[in-house]
């Protein structure tokens, strides 16, 4: 990895330093806000939820709190009328019970073998065969309580089409000068029971369950009319007053409390979806904005290190170019302060490096020059000792001629040497030279070369370094 990143140029790592910096503070930001959303979303659905929970709560409490007021009326109106036989007194207050409150249909007292004693019910079309029916004996098995029944036909009421629910408890009435317990039977109306559970805003899908003490519907107000149904179930295995669930693939959030005197269990089910969808729809806008802000920032950071790197290239290729060409123009960059700075010391080291070249030239070339003149100084007098010494023996052997020629020719040799300050002459000068030489070699020599000098004419002018 460490290999990797060293192959990759400035702009690239500043690139890719600067859009993962800015990819990890996005996501972590958006993050953050979207999941401060969906709890904040989350606490306002169980806030909505918990309201219009205690609302419909609160209605179901007024309406059987309405019923036990009147069953509690009525159970000291009964006690204090039967004890003086005044049973039309009794009929009367219950019928006008009966108009008090809209929910109440029929009103009854019957005795613990299904008699009826008293019963704002017409006599034909009542039904007193009531004594094995189980929610009638159930009153009498837990007496002094209130038992409310699942919603069903009026049992008591033969010429009754409604679906009420039948509200029992044990009573003392006096029959023929003695306390008897019997049942005070109240029919209700299902209308509003209905109309307040179907009015409840729960959402499209939402909905509300009630379960007796023994884990069975009572009433719901969607399809689920059996305990095998997902709401059901769910209601009666939760441990919790609230909490959520799945129902039919639906989200839900659901809040189990219980009605007053009925022991009933109303769970509500609050429809999560909109919520949800809400949520899908900013999480895929946090997404859109989130990619949308990388690219732009991937952009700007480009545009950035394109901006740092640009005059950098500049100057690395004019540097990889120094090195071929040593004698370049300065370099003229503009941008970044530091990179300014950096080619200006970079003009100022490559001006520095050519006054040395040029300094170390022209050192090289005196001292090529100085090594030329001091190897002439060594050649000249070594020739001039041994021409000396021919000349001598040359003499001595009476050669006058070979004598004179080789004066002649050492004379004009030396003649040339010293002829010009210059250390280039011309070709034609340097020729003779030669000549000279050659001729003084040959006489030396004793004629055992021979030689020919062959040059073109037009070569002559050109000027060469005097030897």
Request: charged share 20%; aromatic share 8%.
């Amino acid at each position: 990895m460490q290999n990797k990143l060293n192959h990759l140029s400035i702009g690239k790592i500043l690139l890719l330093v600067s859009v993962l910096i800015i990819t990890v503070s996005l996501l972590v930001s958006n993050l953050i806000t979207f999941w401060r959303f969906s709890d904040t979303s989350n606490e306002m659905v169980e806030e909505t939820s918990s309201e219009i929970t205690s609302q419909i709560l609160l209605n179901y409490n007024n309406y059987t709190d309405n019923v036990i007021d009147i069953a509690h009326f009525l159970e000291l109106e009964i006690l204090l009328n039967t004890e003086q036989n005044q049973m039309d007194t009794l009929e009367a207050i219950f019928q006008n019970a009966e108009t008090v409150d809209s929910n109440v249909l029929s009103i009854s007292l019957f005795s613990k073998e299904g008699d009826a004693v008293v019963s704002t019910i017409d006599p034909l079309y009542l039904n007193d065969s009531i004594a094995g029916d189980a929610w009638f004996n159930r009153t009498f098995e837990e007496a002094n309580m209130f038992h409310f029944t699942s919603p069903s036909s009026d049992v008591l009421n033969t010429n009754s089409s409604k679906r009420v629910i039948h509200m029992t408890k044990t009573v003392n009435y006096y029959h023929n000068d003695a306390l008897k317990t019997g049942a005070l039977t109240m029919a209700l109306s299902m209308d509003n029971f209905e109309s307040m559970a179907q009015g409840a805003n729960l959402g499209e899908h939402g909905h509300i369950v009630f379960i007796d003490e023994h884990g069975e519907v009572v009433y719901t107000t969607n399809d689920c009319d059996d305990d095998a149904c997902e709401s059901a179930a769910y209601a009666n295995a939760m441990n919790e007053t609230s909490g959520r669930t799945t129902i039919e693939d639906v989200d839900m959030f659901v809040s189990n409390t219980t009605l007053n005197h009925t022991r009933w269990q109303m769970v509500t089910f609050f429809d999560e979806s909109p919520t949800r969808a809400i949520q899908q729809t900013v999480l895929i806008t946090v997404m859109v904005v989130l990619s949308l802000s990388i690219l732009f920032a991937a952009l700007l950071s480009w545009a950035a290190s394109r901006r740092i790197t640009k005059p950098l290239n500049k100057l690395k290729e004019h540097m990889l170019t120094f090195e071929e060409n040593t004698f370049l123009e300065p370099l003229t960059i503009e941008g970044q302060q530091e990179v300014v700075v950096l080619s200006e010391t970079f003009n100022k080291m490559s001006e520095e490096i050519k006054r040395l070249v040029k300094r170390v030239y022209r050192e090289q070339s005196a001292k090529r020059k100085n090594q030329f003149i001091a190897l002439q100084n060594q050649i000249n007098p070594h020739f001039l000792y041994n021409t000396l010494d021919s000349i001598l023996y040359l003499s001595e052997q009476q050669k006058n001629d070979d004598v004179k020629q080789m004066v002649a020719s050492l004379s004009k040799f030396f003649r040339l040497s010293i002829s010009t300050e210059s250390g280039v002459v011309a070709l034609s000068e340097e020729l003779k030279h030669v000549e000279s030489y050659l001729a003084i070699q040959r006489i030396r020599y004793q004629n055992t070369f021979e030689y020919t000098i062959d040059c073109d004419a037009s070569l002559k002018t050109f000027k060469v370094l005097k030897l």
